[in-house]
């Protein structure tokens, strides 16, 4: 039965905002709407508290979703009416991140896509279409692999849209090591404690030894990004790369730096991305402004490294490497970050130009202590950073991983 109001909408609205809710990204079905239409009419629509915690406690299921249920309540109830016009405030955000000074971002991207009115969302029919224009198929490339080599800089919108949806889907195949501790196997080592206590329990009687070997596990991955302004219009995409790796696997830190060093790996944990990316807006101060590799290299160093880089881990470097300080002090940062880390993967987007020199000073600083020097332009280069990772774990220790295992 559907609740009764004055002008008998309530119900509609509902229905409406329920589809808004699925068009973010929420599981919600015909069941639930419902279910939500019962709740209303029980606790009734005297108290807006009372009404919103109807709606959530049917339509929200897992904690990643209530903030968005939350921003979607918020904008929707006030007028429902409105929307299309609301709109056209919200158009702004649906570029990505854009900080403003003084301003929060109230809306993720997702939500401000919801909230388009269905006519917007449907494809066009046949008499609104714009003529077809017959080519020849022979002649042409597929769409999918001009994205892949196409540079994120150069991307339109739809592109930059179709791009992050890739980007959320790449992992990395990170080998795994062996670790310290040792874990109950088949094969191995006799473990003659585990035998003994194993005889205990049986009064006695022989049993066959216990073994134990190294378990493996896949080594801590630690990505140090570069946001200044001459990085932005490639960071703000691999977030959403990093972003996705966060969430696949444990023991992933990531840091931005440009004139300060900032931990985002809290904000990275939250599933929803565009929760995720908003909460990173907000936290770092330095975005789009100058660089001081050295200078945040040797705060993470003394800050993090021992505690993050004491167990063989894997350093992404993302950086152009120039360097407002003109390297200063950035080659003894780079050869304590290189001996503190089993691999330093170096990744610059002006690795895209055939006739890249090395000529900036940071860059030459940096070059001789980094395992791989990568471009990170599209997103072939990022599938390639895979493949190169794959490699890096067959390879040998280098001499000052035994230095740091033996203590030598």
């Given at each position: 039965?559907e609740?009764?109001?004055?002008?008998?909408?309530?119900?509609?609205n509902?229905?409406?905002f329920?589809?808004?809710?699925?068009?973010?990204?929420?599981?919600?079905?015909?069941?639930?709407?419902?279910?939500?239409l019962?709740a209303?009419?029980a606790?009734?629509?005297?108290?807006?508290?009372?009404f919103?915690?109807?709606?959530?406690?049917?339509?929200?299921?897992r904690?990643?979703?209530?903030?968005?249920f939350?921003?979607a309540f918020?904008?929707?109830?006030?007028d429902p009416?409105?929307?299309?016009?609301?709109?056209?405030?919200?158009?702004?955000?649906?570029?990505?991140?854009?900080?403003?000074?003084?301003e929060?971002?109230?809306l993720?991207?997702?939500?401000?896509?919801?909230?388009?009115?269905?006519?917007?969302?449907r494809?066009r029919?046949?008499?609104?279409?714009?003529p077809e224009?017959e080519?020849d198929?022979?002649?042409?490339?597929s769409?999918r692999?001009?994205?892949q080599?196409?540079?994120?800089?150069?991307m339109?919108?739809?592109?930059?849209?179709e791009?992050?949806?890739?980007?959320?889907?790449l992992?990395?195949?990170?080998?795994?090591?062996?670790?310290?501790?040792?874990?109950?196997?088949?094969?191995?080592?006799?473990?003659?404690?585990?035998?003994?206590?194993q005889?205990?329990k049986?009064a006695?009687?022989?049993?066959?030894?216990?073994r134990?070997?190294p378990?493996?596990?896949h080594?801590?991955l630690?990505?140090?990004?570069?946001?200044?302004?001459?990085?932005?219009?490639y960071?703000?995409?691999?977030l959403h790369?990093?972003?996705a790796?966060?969430?696949?696997r444990?023991?992933?830190?990531?840091?931005?730096?440009?004139?300060?060093l900032?931990?985002?790996?809290?904000?990275?944990?939250?599933?929803d991305?565009d929760?995720?990316?908003?909460?990173v807006s907000?936290?770092v101060?330095?975005?789009?402004g100058?660089?001081?590799?050295?200078?945040?290299l040797?705060?993470?160093?003394?800050?993090?490294?021992r505690r993050l880089l004491?167990?063989g881990?894997v350093?992404?470097?993302?950086s152009d490497?120039?360097?407002s300080?003109?390297g200063?002090g950035?080659?003894?940062e780079m050869?304590?970050?290189?001996r503190?880390?089993?691999?330093?993967?170096?990744?610059?987007?002006?690795?895209?130009?055939?006739?890249?020199?090395?000529?900036?000073?940071?860059?030459?600083?940096m070059?001789?202590?980094?395992?791989?020097f990568?471009?990170v332009?599209?997103?072939a280069?990022?599938?390639?950073?895979?493949?190169?990772?794959?490699?890096?774990?067959?390879?040998?220790p280098?001499a000052?991983?035994?230095?740091?295992?033996?203590?030598?």
């Amino acid at each position: 039965m559907e609740p009764e109001t004055k002008t008998g909408r309530l119900a509609d609205n509902i229905v409406h905002f329920a589809r808004v809710l699925r068009r973010a990204g929420l599981p919600i079905g015909p069941a639930k709407i419902i279910d939500a239409l019962n709740a209303v009419q029980a606790v009734g629509v005297e108290r807006r508290d009372d009404f919103r915690y109807a709606l959530s406690a049917v339509f929200v299921n897992r904690r990643e979703h209530q903030e968005m249920f939350d921003q979607a309540f918020q904008a929707f109830w006030r007028d429902p009416r409105r929307v299309e016009q609301m709109l056209q405030d919200l158009m702004q955000l649906m570029g990505g991140l854009r900080r403003v000074e003084g301003e929060r971002p109230k809306l993720p991207e997702r939500l401000a896509r919801a909230l388009l009115p269905d006519a917007a969302l449907r494809p066009r029919s046949r008499e609104e279409a714009p003529p077809e224009i017959e080519t020849d198929a022979r002649l042409t490339v597929s769409t999918r692999e001009v994205l892949q080599r196409k540079d994120f800089a150069s991307m339109t919108s739809e592109e930059l849209e179709e791009a992050k949806a890739v980007l959320r889907k790449l992992r990395l195949p990170l080998p795994e090591l062996p670790a310290r501790r040792l874990q109950a196997k088949t094969r191995g080592r006799i473990d003659l404690r585990g035998t003994l206590r194993q005889m205990t329990k049986q009064a006695g009687a022989v049993v066959p030894f216990r073994r134990r070997a190294p378990d493996t596990r896949h080594p801590t991955l630690v990505v140090l990004c570069d946001v200044s302004g001459s990085m932005e219009s490639y960071t703000r995409m691999l977030l959403h790369f990093i972003h996705a790796v966060t969430n696949d696997r444990d023991r992933v830190y990531t840091f931005l730096f440009g004139t300060r060093l900032t931990n985002i790996t809290r904000h990275l944990r939250h599933r929803d991305v565009d929760v995720a990316l908003a909460g990173v807006s907000n936290a770092v101060a330095d975005w789009a402004g100058g660089t001081r590799i050295g200078a945040c290299l040797k705060e993470f160093n003394q800050r993090w490294g021992r505690r993050l880089l004491g167990q063989g881990a894997v350093v992404l470097l993302i950086s152009d490497g120039l360097d407002s300080d003109a390297g200063e002090g950035l080659r003894q940062e780079m050869e304590r970050l290189g001996r503190s880390s089993r691999r330093v993967v170096w990744l610059n987007p002006l690795l895209r130009y055939d006739k890249f020199e090395a000529r900036p000073a940071g860059i030459r600083a940096m070059l001789p202590y980094v395992d791989a020097f990568l471009p990170v332009h599209n997103l072939a280069s990022l599938t390639q950073l895979g493949a190169v990772l794959r490699s890096l774990g067959k390879q040998a220790p280098r001499a000052n991983d035994e230095h740091r295992r033996t203590g030598t």
